[in-house]
């Protein structure tokens, strides 16, 4: 028998080590129901492309020697256990699993520990949002009765369905937490367990089964996506792709957030001299490398439109590319799909099509980083009904390209 099945075959007896040793203590805990899988790692990511589950994920691999002796700080990284340098590549392999796979994640919750908001910025973008929740947190230390009650909430939480439609729910917390709330596994560190709501007072959502951090890449075949730069700019010669790009760099100060008129500039925050640059740079770079436009569509907001004319000529407007910022979550829902159509919609014969927006589209729509300000994601529209994403080129690595050289340090996927 492997260590992988003495593992197996034993965990069932630890849970029930672990509980009786509370409750030798002096207090019986609820016991989390038994759960069976239903379905195996790759079967489960058809079910949550469709949406409308919770994804229970312990944070990724972490380093046990920077674990500090004393109380902990939950504003100060050092005072805790951070992730490893592995645990820090698992999480960026988990957003590019979910990028690729066409997993939309609306709501994250994270537990407020250093290595579980990491895990969630690594893997879903810094700037995308997400809610910090105690109930998330370490439970080692409470007594047997608050760990029962939190078991209830966190359960309750698992059954509650995603507010966005079409999108799936991320909870990042510990192994305590999964102990205690589902009667799960929690090893190896990473691992991802799936749930469907109810959406029934019994708190009792479905158990689908989990993914271990290992299988994201193959069942992505994150191994079979590394086109370095030059690969990317033959992918871009060729048409046939939808690029995302977010407007040229701005300058921040000159943001007029209340009373905007679309039709009045001065009411908006415009492109910097540099943003003027670099639009112009983009424009230049894709003729040098011969890379065919056709239809560009923009955000009605002059920071975007003049991206467009000044890399690209003319522009046509398409108001459901403008900032979404403030928008009621059904409304991001509603306009989220309707990008991610757009995505998916094949440019004519030998073209690509360019979409220029705001980061609050690059992230609600997609989860997808949105900085630097120029950067532009690069899709392949497909007839399983949602895009391929194939990689990223900040503005600063367009220079790299012209001269057929990989970047420096290339972001593709």
Known sequence: MTAAHVRAATWPALLGALLFAHAAAGAEPERAPERTARFSGPEIIEELRAGGHVILIRHMASDRESERPGPVDLAKCATQRVLS?????????????????GILVGNIVVSPYCRCVETASLAFGENTPRIT?????????????EKTARGAEMRQMLDTPPQIPGTNTVLVTHS?????????????????HVFLPSASASG??????????SEWREVAGLERMEPQGADLAEELQSGGL?????????????????????SDCSTQRGLSEEGRRQAAAIGEAFRDLQIPVGQVLSSPYCRCVDTGRLAFGEVEIAPVLSSWDGLPAGEQAVRGAKVR?????????????????HSSNLMWSLGL???PEGLVHVFRPTDLGHAIHLGRVRPAEWGALTQGAPTAAPAVE
């Open 176 to 192: 305590g937490n999964i102990l205690w709330s589902m009667g799960l596994d929690p090893r190896p560190e990473g691992r991802a």
């Open 204 to 213: 009792d959502p479905s158990y689908l089964g989990s993914v271990q951090p």
């Open 242 to 262: 939808v690029l995302m790009m977010r407007h040229a760099a701005t300058t921040p100060e000159q943001d007029r957030a209340e009373d905007v008129d679309l």
């Open 341 to 357: 159509a757009m995505l998916n919609t094949p440019p004519a014969t030998g073209e690509n099509t360019i979409l220029i927006t």
């Open 133 to 145: 929740s105690k109930l998330l947190s370490v439970w080692d230390d409470l007594p047997v009765a």
């Open 85 to 101: 340098d592995a645990g820090r590549l698992q999480a960026e392999e988990l957003g590019r699993a979910f990028r690729k796979l």
């Open 369 to 371: 980083d949105a900085e």
